[in-house]
Every structure is written in C-alpha cells, then in structure tokens.
C-alpha cells in the first residue's frame, strides 16, 4: 500500500489544480522514476488511487485546522485562552472574533488539500473503464470515487461558497494541466453545477456501493452515501441553487436508510454513551470514520510525536482540554501531576459557551448525553514512575489523598457546588457553572466542562496524535436531517416522532431499573408544539456537539449571525458576510487576470 502511494504521489503533481504557492516547487521536481497516466488502467494504480483519496479525508478530520473551521465561533463554542494569549494573528483568534483574513491558516486546510483530491477522482472515475476487472468491480471503485468527490466538494461548499468544477480540462473532467485560471464566475451558475455534481455523484454511490460495510473497517457503503446525499439536499433547500423538491428529496435518502437498517447493516445503539466509546469505534451506528490505527503513526500518516499540529494527524483528542495540569493544588500538593494520557493534553483551543450547559443541556438528569459528552470529573493522577512515584504517593498520604480521588469536580449548578462543598470529606476543588472560564469576559479560571468523545489512552505519550477512527456520519445524525426535512415539508407529526426515537434513546443510563427508565423515556418526548427549526438545531447540540460540524449546520441553514450574537459573547465583530471564508490570498495571488477581486467572497 505504501509502495503504492508513493507512486500516486509521482503522478499528482502533473494533476494540480491551481497553481498555488507551494505547489509550483513540486512541478519543478524531477522525480527517479515517471509514471503516466497508464499506471491508472492498471488494478494496481486504481486502487492505490483509491488508497489516496481515503487518505487524503485525513486532512478534514482531526488536524487543528479543520477542527477549527468546524467548531469555533458558533452557538457552541469560542476560542480557548491559548488562541487568546496568542495574540491576534492566531489562527483560532481570528475564527472566534470573526477578523478571519485570507492568509489563516486554518481555512487553508480544506483549500489547499482537496482539489487535488477532487481530480484524482476524476482520474478514477476516467481509467476505471480501462482496468481489466469484472463490471462489478468497476462500478464499485467508480462509486467510491463518485462519493468522494462529493464529500471533497462539501467540504468546500460549506465554507466557501461556489467552487471550480472545471479543474482546466472541463467541467468534473481529470486534468494533467497546471492551472492558474479560477473558474468560479458567475458564482450562481457554478453553485448551481457544484450541488447537482454531489447529488448526481452520491446518487451513483447509493446505487453501486456494497450495501454494508465490513464490521471491522470504514470502507464505504450505501448507508454513508444515503447520509450524505440526504445532508447535500437540505443544504441545497436553504441555498441560492433551491429546486423545490429539496426538502422531500432529503426526507426520502435518510428514511431510505432509516427505515432498512437490517438491511444496511446500521442500528442505533441503545446507550449513547458507547458510540464514542474507546474500542467500541466500529459499532453498527457509525456509517463513516476516517480511519486511523492506534500506536502506529507511520501508517497514520503522522509526525514524530512532538510535532502533532502537522499534516494528517489527529490530534482532536487535545484540544477541547481544560487546564487541569498543575491547577488542583492542595497543602502545595499538585493533585494532577503532569499530563496523564487518560486526560490528554490541555491544550484549550476550544472553550465551550454557556449555551452548551445553560440551553442545550439544561436537562442534565433525564437526558444522559451532557455526561456522555463531557468530563466534570477528574481524579488523582500521574505520569511519574518508579521511585518518583512512590515518592509522590507518599506526598499524597501525608495530605490525605491517593491516586483515585476526586481531584476537580465541576457541579451542575450553584446549589449543587454549595452542597457539595458542605459535605465534601477531602479538600479536592469544586468549580460552580459561574466560575467555568466560557469566553474572554471570564478569565478566572482555564477549566471547563471538557469535552471526551475524542478521548485517546492508547498514545505512546501526553502529545502523541490519536489513533482513533474520526467519525464523520452516524445514524443518529440521519434520524435529525430526516426530522429537518419533514419539519420543512410541513410533516411536523413525523419530525416529532423521529426526534423522539433520538431522545427516547438519550434518557437511557446502565443501571436504571425498567420504571426510571420508563419514567425518563416519557419525560424525555417532545410534541409537536416544541418542534422548529431552533429546536432541531439544540438537538443537533446534545446529539453532535464537538463534532466539526457546527459551523455549517449554521451557516448553511442561515443561522449563524442570530445564534453567534445569541450565544457567544467573542463573536463581537460578525457580520452576514461571514457565512462564506474568504478564498485563500495565496489562490488570488496565482492568478493571471490582474482583477482578482471579483473573485473573492464578499466582505473581504
């Protein structure tokens, strides 16, 4: 696998899209050995193609740019006090304040990484014809190519609006040709042609992909095809390109799925706790991950430890982190001591806003997805080993504690911190929902309710990226679009019953007996009276929080500008431009046509 991307990786640079900087430095290059585009009518070069576009998802799911794009600046979440102290230029400053400038950085992920993506698609989908394998065959690869291709496209469409489709060769057509013209004028017309490329492609993948797929990998199957293609028509209903049979589309893909779970191999898991659960990351309610394999950064495609914020490497597992390390202190005794890889690195990019604790998850006993989505506990803890260890346990005895304890504990409410501070019987911190740092107004402390769904123990240390699969669809999330898309076509009893599978689900804990959880299920049910559009996005909240999804949930529903100003007290300077990123300055400064304004997104 590895011999065989390195030959794609020949080829790609006579592929590139637009000649960014960066970029023209690789056609310079002259490699040992040249290999043609006849590599790809071989079963070898396809699916070493294939290989590569797989891998090539890696960039949109983990890295801290991608997640950024994701998660700050929205209802949920603003930056945390490490972009702060950065200073302005930070790349994480810039997406929470909204003074985002075409040279972040964080909005060069997707730019810089998917278009060539995009065309090795194109490549698959031109030669596949030519492989000598059965037709059966060929049409599988073609509709892991075509589904590709329009995930790679949504990707970009919900951050920047219009993108090429003509790559220099025509419109969805592989091009060998270095290219410095940007093809995005009229942007209404290309709109148009990007939405129809991604439907027309996840229509093919519903078609022709396996039904299932394997129980112990993420290749791809009709059950993620049906999700996306549901996900890119209801994105299309709230666009410029709206055709009015959107919404109905969008309804009739995710009830496809829905309704035919034994036969797509998918099912709800009866705990929402085990979805996100470590070693459990094939279960049946994950329709897509983006693979990665623990304690193997080679074929992760990741640095030496050290260097987590490069490339492909995963590293959301640290950056929802509050600053537990070195902070619990009693009798002079830090309580957390180091980074203890059970907790992860405190890296406090992200910071969540009141609204995650105060709206979305107001109701914190019958609905069990706030403490199956964030930590409020820590306890006692070391990296220390040998004799350093036994001399800290020591320490730890004299003050009256061992490792295990209770060491931080953030309560639901005031009343509940004054309790437990009443009748607490060792003096490990408690922080009420009032001293929770959740914007740059409140600088008393760096702790807050800490998101763990990434949570990684299997790392070689405190710093190393995860090796955990970074989930992208799941069935839960079509049961919401499904709901979205009947609300929106007037089918408000059928919302309401698809949302209440989702909640009736959410109020199960292990342990409760058949009548609490009974009683939980009937308080947990919503009627039609409850239902609309803001309703639907808090769901979204308690059922995906932290799951890079947030920005485009709002900004492709029209929904950004009212929820930020609501909820997040940092998003000072937004404004209705800002639905759209700015196209890269590097992009504009690639090309030939001395206008290049007309080119960017409005507003920057």
């Given at each position: ?5 390195n ?21 310079e ?41 994701g ?24 997406l ?38 059965d ?14 291709r ?17 790559l ?22 290309i ?86 659960r ?5 279960n ?22 050290g ?12 950056l ?12 002079g ?24 604790w ?69 003096p ?52 919401l ?124």
């Amino acid at each position: 696998m590895k011999r065989a991307i390195n030959k794609i990786i020949c080829i790609i640079p006579m592929a590139i899209l637009l000649a960014v900087v960066g970029c023209t430095h690789k056609l310079e290059e002259k490699p040992y050995t040249v290999f043609t585009t006849d590599y790809f009518k071989t079963e070898e070069g396809i699916r070493a193609a294939l290989v590569s576009v797989y891998s090539g998802m890696r960039y949109n799911y983990g890295p801290i740019g991608a997640m950024g794009i994701g998660v700050v600046g929205t209802d949920e979440y603003t930056f945390g006090d490490q972009p702060f102290q950065a200073g302005s230029g930070d790349q994480m400053n810039q997406l929470g304040r909204y003074v985002i400038t075409p040279s972040n950085g964080a909005i060069l992920t997707p730019w810089n990484r998917n278009y060539s993506n995009i065309n090795m698609c194109n490549a698959i989908l031109l030669f596949a014809d030519d492989v000598p394998v059965d037709e059966g065959t060929k049409n599988e690869i073609k509709a892991e190519a075509h589904f590709f291709r329009a995930l790679y496209y949504l990707l970009l469409v919900q951050q920047f609006g219009a993108v090429p489709v003509d790559l220099g060769s025509g419109d969805l057509q592989f091009t060998t040709i270095a290219n410095t013209e940007f093809y995005r004028l009229p942007t209404e017309e290309i709109l148009v042609k990007d939405y129809q490329a991604m439907i027309d492609d996840l229509i093919f993948a519903t078609q022709n992909l396996p039904d299932q797929r394997p129980g112990n990998a993420f290749r791809l199957s009709k059950a993620v095809a049906l999700h996306m293609l549901s996900k890119v028509y209801l994105f299309r209903a709230y666009s410029a390109a709206a055709q009015s049979s959107d919404f109905s589309n969008a309804y009739t893909a995710a009830m496809e799925l829905i309704n035919n779970q034994g036969r797509y191999g998918v099912e709800l898991l009866e705990d929402f706790g085990q979805i996100h659960r470590q070693g459990n990351d094939y279960n049946r309610e994950i329709l897509y991950s983006v693979e990665r394999l623990p304690l193997d950064n080679a074929n992760n495609e990741t640095p030496d430890p050290g260097s987590d914020f490069a490339g492909k490497s995963n590293i959301a597992n640290n950056l929802f982190n509050a600053n537990y390390q070195g902070t619990i202190i009693v009798n002079g005794m830090t309580l957390i001591d180091d980074r203890p890889l059970q907790y992860g690195r405190p890296l406090r990019q992200f910071a969540p806003n009141r609204y995650i604790w105060e709206v979305a998850f107001a109701e914190k006993n019958n609905d069990s997805r706030y403490d199956n989505s964030f930590r409020r506990l820590w306890r006692v803890a070391t990296l220390r080993t040998d004799a350093q260890l036994q001399e800290y346990i020591s320490n730890l005895e004299n003050i009256g504690f061992a490792i295990g304890d209770t060491a931080l504990y953030l309560a639901n409410s005031e009343a509940e911190a004054t309790l437990k501070r009443n009748t607490q019987l060792k003096p490990y911190r408690i922080l009420a929902p009032s001293e929770y740092y959740n914007n740059q107004s409140n600088q008393g402390t760096h702790i807050f309710p800490n998101l763990k769904k990434y949570d990684d123990t299997i790392r070689n240390n405190f710093q190393d990226a995860s090796g955990r699969p970074f989930i992208a669809a799941k069935l839960g999330e079509t049961y919401l679009l499904a709901a979205e898309a009947a609300l929106q076509t007037g089918n408000t009893s059928e919302a309401v019953t698809l949302i209440n599978v989702i909640r009736r689900r959410a109020a199960f804990r292990p342990g409760l007996s058949a009548s609490e959880l009974a009683t939980r299920r009937t308080a947990m049910q919503v009627t039609a009276t409850d239902i609309d559009l803001d309703f639907i996005l808090n769901e979204r909240t308690r059922e995906l929080v932290g799951e890079c999804l947030r920005w485009p949930d709002l900004a492709m529903r029209g929904k950004l500008l009212e929820r930020a100003n609501q909820y997040n007290p940092d998003a000072t300077n937004i404004q209705n431009f800002h639905v759209l990123r700015p196209i890269p300055q590097g992009q504009l400064n690639s090309l030939t046509d001395p206008d290049r304004g007309k080119y960017q997104n409005p507003g920057y």
